[in-house]
C-alpha cells in the first residue's frame, strides 16, 4: 500500500475563486471576522493574516470579502476527490481540507510516483485549485507529509513535521508545545505507553496507526451517477464573450470540469445542458446534443460557442450550471498504425461536421433518406436524423432491394405532386400503373408515364382516375 | 534543375498539350463517361476544387451525370456526401438503385444565405465530405464567395459542384471548371465545357447518360399510338359500366368489381 495525500491548502478562498473571470481585485476570506485566507492582491496590499476586518479595510477600502463556507469546502473536497477517481480507485476524503489516494496499483498504469504526482497537481490547478502532496507507507504519514509542505518546504521529512499540521487534536498539541515537544519525531521518540497513559487512547492509535503498527481502514468514496456542476459568479457577466473566451472563463472552468468526470467514469457526453441565471431568477436553458459522445472540453466549448450565437441570454448572467444529460459509454477510437498522408478518419471523425451543423443551424437541418419498401413513390423514402456508424453498431452497407427493376423511377421527386397540363408533354414511356390503399378506403391509381417536357426536362408524370395530369418527379 | 525536369513541372502548360487536357497531378475523379474523361483535366471531376454546372431548368440529366462519379465517392467509408438545399427531394429508390450509399448523403437545409455559404464553406474545409452538390440563391452569389470556396474546396480535397441558372454563365466565376448543360435527345446530355484549365472551350459535347446509368428505355414505339389504343380500351370499359348505372367508374375499379362478383359467385 503507498498512500498518496493532496492537501489544498487554500481551499476556503480558492472555492470562491476557482473559474471566475481573472480579476484583480484583493480577496480575503473570514473566519471570526480575522481573515483566514487572502489572495496575492490583498497580500501585496500588506493584509496579514490573522487581522480584522475593520484593520483590513483600513489598509484596502477596495477589498472585497466572504465569510468562510465549511459546507461548499467539503462539497468541494468531495468534486475533488471525485476528479481524483481516475487515478486510483481507492479515494477518501479526510476534512477539512484533505484528499487520499492509495496509489500502489497505479503506479504502473501512471509510469511512476514523480508522474503520477505531475498529473495530479496539473489536474487540481486546471480546476483552480493549489495543491502539496504527500507520498508515504501509511495514510496519516502522508498526510502530516503533504500538510507540512505548505511552507513551501519541499520534502519535509517526517520526523521535522509539526504536530499542530498533522492529526493530533489542538489540545494535545498544546500540551506538548509546553513540555518543548514541537515536532512529531520528538513524539515518536517517547516511549509509547507512558504516552498512552498521559494522552489518551487517541493518541495511541493516531501513532499507531502512523507508524504502519495498527489499520487505518478509509471510508472510500462512490463517485456520483451523474454530472451537475454550478458555478455562481463573484460579480455579474454582462458580456457573452466573457463567459467562454479564455481558457479561465466559467464555462472553460465547467467544461474542464466535465471532461474530467467523463474521463474519469469511460463515458462519452451525447447531450449537455447549460443554464444561465440572472439576478431575478430570469432563466435561460441551452440544450447542446452531440451526434457522437463527446469529452474533450475544447470540443465542448467549441460546440457550445455555435449555439450560444443565436439566443438571448439574461442581461447579467449570475450563475451558470452545466448538466451532462445523455452519457453513453466512451468508445474509444483507434489510428491506424501506418497514418497514411493527408485526411484520415481519426483526423475528421464523421460527427465533428454533423455537432457544428446542428450547433449553427438548428437541430433538424442535417437530414438522411432512407428507401421504404412501399409501393406508392410517396411513401418510398423518409427522411431521418444522420445516423452516425460507430463501431457498437457498425451499419454495413445494405444491398438495395429493388436494385435494376427501379431503374425507370425519377432521382427527384415533387412532394405533392404539381399539376400539369398535358399539352407541354411529349410521351416516350408508358403506362405503369401504381395501384394500392384500395383496402382503406383511400385508393391510390394512377397511371405513370415518362414524357419529356417542352424545356426539356424529362418528367415522370400520372394521371389520376378524374383524368387529371401531375408531375411527380425529374429525372434529374 | 535540368530543362527535362522543369519541363516535367505540373505547374507549367505548354501549348502542346492542347489538346490532351491531362496531367498527372490533377488526379480526378473518373466521370464515368469516356467521352468526357478525355476533355476534363485530370481525367475526371476535380477531386479536389469547384466546378460549376449551369442550366436552363433543373431534370435534364444534371444528377444522372454525377451518379457514376458519386457512386464511386459513397464507397469511402469515413466521408459525407453533402448535398445542401437540393430544390427538390433526391427520391432514395433510384438513388440506390444507381447504386449510391443513402448512409453516406447529408442533406442540409439551413434558412438563410448566409448560413448556406457558412455551411458550405465548413462543409467544405473540414475534409469530411468526399463530395459536395449546392444550390444557392443566385441573386446573392458574388465572385468573392466562389473564389473562397474553391480555395477550401482545393483545402478540404472535396469534390464541390454547385448547380446554377444558365444564366450565370456571363457572371465571372472563379471555378476553375464550368459546364452549360442542355436538354437533348431523350437519355442524352449535351455539353459546353466554357472553361476548363489547360484548354479552350468544348461545345457540343454529347454524352449518353441513359446508357451508362442504365436508365435508358425499354420501348421507343409511338407513344402517341399507344396512348390512343389505351384511351380506347378504358372508354369501352367505362361504356359498359354505364350501362350498370355507375357512370364514373374507371375500368381498373370496373375489374375489380367483377372480381369481387366472381369471388361472391363462388361462395
Known amino acids: ?476 | 534543375m535540368n530543362v527535362q525536369a522543369l519541363l516535367q513541372h505540373p505547374d507549367l502548360w505548354r501549348a502542346g498539350q492542347i489538346d490532351r487536357p491531362s496531367s498527372p497531378r490533377l488526379g480526378g475523379v473518373k466521370t464515368g463517361y469516356t467521352q468526357l474523361d478525355a476533355q476534363l483535366p485530370g481525367n475526371g471531376w476535380p477531386s479536389a476544387g469547384l466546378m460549376e454546372l449551369l442550366l436552363a431548368n433543373a431534370g435534364i440529366g444534371e444528377l444522372r451525370l454525377l451518379a457514376p462519379a458519386l457512386r464511386q465517392l459513397s464507397e469511402d467509408e469515413n466521408r459525407w456526401m453533402a448535398w445542401i438545399n437540393p430544390p427538390f427531394i433526391p427520391y432514395a429508390p433510384a438513388l440506390e438503385a444507381l447504386g449510391i450509399n443513402l448512409q453516406k448523403m447529408l442533406m442540409i437545409h439551413p434558412k438563410t444565405h448566409k448560413d448556406t455559404l457558412w455551411a458550405l464553406e465548413r462543409a467544405v474545409k473540414s475534409g469530411s465530405c468526399s463530395s459536395l452538390l449546392a444550390w444557392v440563391d443566385e441573386k446573392k452569389l458574388t465572385l468573392k464567395d466562389t473564389q473562397r470556396l474553391q480555395v477550401a474546396a482545393k483545402q478540404g480535397r472535396t469534390l464541390t459542384c454547385l448547380f446554377r441558372p444558365q444564366h450565370a454563365a456571363e457572371k465571372a466565376s472563379m471555378a476553375p471548371l464550368r459546364i452549360a448543360l442542355h436538354a437533348g435527345k431523350p437519355g442524352i446530355v449535351q455539353l459546353d465545357i466554357l472553361k476548363r484549365r489547360g484548354s479552350w472551350p468544348l461545345h457540343n459535347l454529347q454524352l449518353s447518360i441513359a446508357q451508362v446509368t442504365g436508365t435508358q428505355y425499354q420501348s421507343q414505339t409511338d407513344m402517341a399510338q399507344q396512348l390512343a389504343l389505351w384511351r380506347l380500351a378504358k372508354r369501352e370499359g367505362t361504356i359498359s359500366v354505364r350501362s350498370c348505372d355507375e357512370p364514373e367508374l374507371t375500368l381498373e375499379s370496373n375489374l375489380q368489381k367483377t372480381h369481387s362478383h366472381a369471388a361472391l359467385l363462388t361462395h
Open chain 1, 1 to 476: 500500500m503507498l498512500w498518496m495525500a493532496l492537501h489544498f491548502p487554500r481551499l476556503s478562498l480558492e472555492i470562491f475563486l476557482a473559474g471566475q473571470p481573472k480579476t484583480s481585485q484583493a480577496w480575503v476570506v473570514l473566519e471570526n471576522n480575522r481573515v483566514l485566507e487572502q489572495n496575492l492582491a490583498a497580500q501585496n496590499c500588506g493584509i496579514r493574516l490573522g487581522s480584522t476586518l475593520a484593520t483590513a479595510y483600513s489598509i484596502h477600502p477596495q477589498l472585497q470579502h466572504r465569510h468562510r463556507a465549511i459546507e461548499s469546502e467539503l462539497e468541494q473536497l468531495n468534486i475533488l476527490a471525485e476528479m481524483l477517481y481516475r487515478f486510483s480507485g481507492q479515494v477518501s476524503i479526510q476534512a477539512p481540507d484533505c484528499v487520499l489516494l492509495e496509489i500502489g496499483g497505479s503506479l504502473k498504469l501512471f509510469l511512476g510516483k514523480p508522474q503520477l504526482i505531475h498529473e495530479a497537481q496539473t489536474l487540481c490547478l486546471s480546476l483552480g485549485y493549489t495543491c502539496s502532496i504527500g507520498v508515504a507507507k501509511t495514510p496519516w504519514a502522508a498526510i502530516a507529509l503533504a500538510r507540512s509542505q505548505e511552507m513551501t518546504l519541499n520534502d519535509v521529512p517526517l520526523a521535522r513535521a509539526g504536530l499542530e499540521l498533522t492529526g493530533v487534536n489542538a489540545n494535545t498539541v498544546e500540551r506538548f508545545s509546553n513540555m518543548g515537544i514541537y515536532t512529531l519525531g520528538a513524539v515518536l521518540a517517547l516511549p509509547r505507553k507512558a504516552l498512552g497513559r498521559r494522552f489518551g487512547k487517541s493518541l495511541q492509535r493516531y501513532l499507531a496507526q502512523l507508524v504502519g503498527t495498527q489499520p487505518d481502514p478509509r471510508e472510500i468514496i462512490t463517485p456520483k451517477p451523474n454530472f451537475v456542476q454550478c458555478l455562481h459568479l463573484l460579480a455579474p457577466i454582462t458580456n457573452k464573450n466573457v463567459l467562454y473566451q479564455h481558457s479561465h472563463s466559467p464555462m472553460c472552468h465547467l467544461s474542464q470540469a466535465l471532461e474530467h468526470w467523463l474521463v474519469t467514469h469511460q463515458l462519452g457526453c451525447h447531450q449537455l445542458c447549460w443554464q444561465f441565471l440572472s439576478h431575478n431568477h430570469e432563466q435561460v436553458e441551452i440544450l447542446v446534443p452531440f451526434a457522437t459522445g463527446r469529452q474533450n472540453a475544447a470540443d465542448i466549448i467549441r460546440l457550445s460557442k455555435l449555439k450560444l450565437e443565436q439566443p438571448a441570454l439574461p442581461d447579467e448572467i449570475m450563475s451558470i450550471c452545466l448538466r451532462a444529460e445523455h452519457v453513453q459509454p466512451w468508445e474509444g477510437s483507434s489510428q491506424s498504425l501506418f497514418k497514411l498522408m493527408g485526411t484520415s478518419e481519426a483526423e475528421h471523425p464523421l460527427g465533428d461536421l454533423i455537432d457544428e451543423f446542428n450547433a449553427r443551424l438548428g437541430d433538424q437541418c442535417c437530414q438522411n433518406i432512407q428507401a421504404l419498401p412501399q409501393h406508392i413513390p410517396e411513401l418510398t423514402w423518409r427522411k431521418q436524423s444522420v445516423e452516425i456508424p460507430t463501431k457498437n453498431k457498425a451499419s454495413a452497407y445494405v444491398e438495395p432491394r429493388y436494385a435494376k427493376q427501379l431503374s425507370m423511377r425519377p432521382l427527384w421527386l415533387f412532394n405533392p405532386p404539381r399539376e400539369i397540363q398535358k399539352d407541354e408533354l411529349e410521351f416516350l414511356q408508358g403506362p405503369e400503373r401504381i395501384q394500392s390503399h384500395w383496402f382503406n378506403g383511400s385508393e391510390i391509381c394512377r397511371d405513370y408515364f415518362i414524357a419529356q417536357h417542352q424545356l426539356g426536362a424529362q418528367c415522370w408524370v400520372f394521371v389520376d382516375q378524374k383524368s387529371r395530369w401531375y408531375l411527380h418527379g425529374y429525372f434529374g
